[in-house]
């Protein structure tokens, strides 16, 4: 696979025009995470909605094409889940988002960013209100 | 196009073997010099040749082998030292530039800098110049200050002089910057440091490499410089020392080889250099280490500096044909090491990288080991080519043409 396969127009497209950049006023869950080798950074905001669900969901953050691509094509996907969805969230479901991109070692790490933050952010939440989970509202 | 005259290219490529290589089916244009050089056939040879012939501890061998690899590392002593114009016993070999910095930092740090005194670095600085003294002056209740940088991207010499008058106990800065190539003028800036009564430690991990250096025309007290940017091999590198300082410090490792006698209470040092060399050292890596100094002694430094010269100054003319190419650092060549930061528009460079790979061009991408720097010119990372030696104009045209690659990939 040659790079100009890798940057098709659709994460052109999401590296410039990144959909749900930005933050939420207010959130349940908020994680961070960033890549040390590179300097890659996500932020991501989650307010909880109904039936234990992801609501709603903001990332911001600086990073390459491939990583913020990647973060913002995952809040897509996320929105309107169940938390639980996000535990059977797998590399290859992110692989396959991005159209199965060739990616080395290194630039693996940098697709995978925002779903380690959606993840950090979200096992912490269901953790910390693991006596909530029989479906009801977890803020009640 | 012209190319460059002052040094034999061809001829010197043909002695590095990885440069025969392919990376996807391309010619390998390496041009991340600056993070480490490839290793003439020289430097492998001697590295075989010393495991292959006589592999043995040094400095405590009577026996035949031991004799001849002490010979081959103190040779390669007095050769290092000599290639930057330092006497052997000013000259203790290091890991590379971290170590040498770390050593000062226990060494030289942990004796000399008080509660209350002030450390000055710059704003340009590898975090190998940084960190240790965040280190040492949060250990000893120090100040860690650190002197700015022109819009131009040179030291602020007005920023350096009003720091000086605060009486620093050191100053560390680098001769030139491992990301926007700058030369400081080392010799200036020591002599005024030294009347300030500072020391002063210098990073020559990007000059040593690239250009002639003598420690005693600089008129620092300590000098920092790495083996396997300069043809050598990794895990070598030199700190130089002025022989008084290096007299009056404190061990760096305690163990073997450091020590003249050893009590159950107390011992005594080894002299200079050894005081510093604890254990068995790096035996081969400083053998070839030497052969790399043999290698670029033998093309000239001041051919290599000029040869570099003639790279950058084609480098910045081409590159700047290309669309969205934003350079960082001075724009005269000849104020500049082999050094070439950038940026493209908004492509991120480890995107670019990744297309240059494609393409067998390798450049660095990131924050360079310089995170302040990066937050002073507000980019999170840059691009940067770096050259040496083998690299001609042919390297330049092959990243002008995959920069016009990327350019069109990312729709520019």
């Known amino acids: 696979m040659s790079s100009a396969d890798i940057y098709r127009e659709l994460i052109l497209d999401y590296y410039r025009n990144p959909r749900n950049f930005g933050k939420l006023e207010r959130f349940d869950i908020e994680a961070h995470d960033s890549n040390p080798l590179c300097g890659d950074e996500v932020d991501m905001q989650i307010k909880v909605g109904p039936k234990n669900s992801i609501g709603e969901i903001k990332f911001s953050g600086k990073g390459c094409a491939i990583s913020l691509a990647s973060a913002s094509m995952l809040t897509e996907l996320a929105k309107g889940k169940a938390l639980d969805w996000v535990k059977d969230v797998s590399k290859e479901d992110v692989f396959k988002m991005l159209g199965n991109p060739e990616l080395g070692p290194s630039r693996v790490k940098c697709a995978l960013l925002g779903m380690k933050v959606l993840k950090t952010g979200v096992y912490g939440y269901l953790g910390a209100h693991y006596e909530d989970a029989d479906g009801s509202d977890p803020m009640a | ?412």
């Open chain 2, 1 to 412: 196009m012209l190319e460059t005259e002052t040094l034999d290219v061809e001829r010197i490529r043909a002695d590095f073997p990885i440069l025969r290589r392919k990376v996807r089916g391309k010619r390998l244009v390496y041009l991340d010099n600056a993070a480490t050089t490839q290793k003439p056939r020289q430097v492998i040879e001697a590295l075989d040749d010393y495991y292959s012939r006589y592999n043995s501890n040094v400095h405590r061998s009577v026996h035949t082998l031991g004799e001849e690899a002490t010979e081959a590392y103190e040779a390669s002593r007095k050769k290092t030292a000599t290639f930057i114009g330092a006497t052997p016993k000013e000259l203790v070999f290091v890991r590379g530039t971290t170590e040498a910095t770390n050593l000062v930092r226990f060494a030289w740090g942990e004796k000399f800098v008080k509660k209350g005194d002030l450390v000055l670095t710059t704003m340009m600085e590898h975090h190998s110049n940084i960190v240790p003294w965040q280190l040492l002056c949060k250990n000893k209740g120090a100040t860690l200050k650190f002197v700015g940088l022109n819009p131009d991207c040179t030291l602020d010499l007005a920023s350096f002089e009003g720091l000086l008058k605060e009486g620093p106990r050191l100053v560390a800065f680098t001769h030139c910057s491992n990301v926007l190539g700058t030369i400081n003028d080392v010799s200036a800036l020591c002599a005024k440091a030294a009347t300030a009564g500072a020391t002063t430690i210098v990073d020559g991990a990007q000059a040593v490499p690239h250009m002639a250096v003598d420690v005693g025309s600089l008129g620092c007290d300590f000098y920092a410089f790495s083996g396997h940017k300069m043809l050598g091999p990794t895990g070598i590198g030199g700190l130089y020392g002025r022989r008084a300082l290096l007299e009056e410090m404190e061990p760096f490792h305690g163990g073997g080889e450091m020590i003249r006698e050893v009590f159950l209470d107390h011992s005594t040092w080894n002299d200079v250099p050894y005081k510093f060399e604890a254990g068995t050292v790096n035996i081969a890596d400083s053998i070839g280490l030497g052969a790399a100094v043999d290698y670029l002694t033998a093309l000239g430094m001041d051919k290599v500096r000029e040869h570099e010269v003639r790279l950058l100054k084609y480098a910045l003319s081409e590159l700047a044909k290309v669309k969205g190419f934003r350079h960082y650092g001075p724009e005269d060549p000849s104020k500049k090491g082999g050094v070439l930061s950038f940026n493209m528009a908004d492509v991120h460079p480890h995107d670019l990288a990744t297309i240059l790979d494609e393409e067998g061009i390798a450049i660095r991408s990131g924050h360079h080991c310089a995170q302040p720097l990066m937050r002073w010119l507000d980019v999170s990372a840059t691009s940067r080519a770096s050259f040496h030696v083998y690299n001609s104009h042919d390297d330049v045209d092959a990243l002008r043409a995959g920069l016009e690659k990327a350019g069109a990939i990312f729709r520019l």
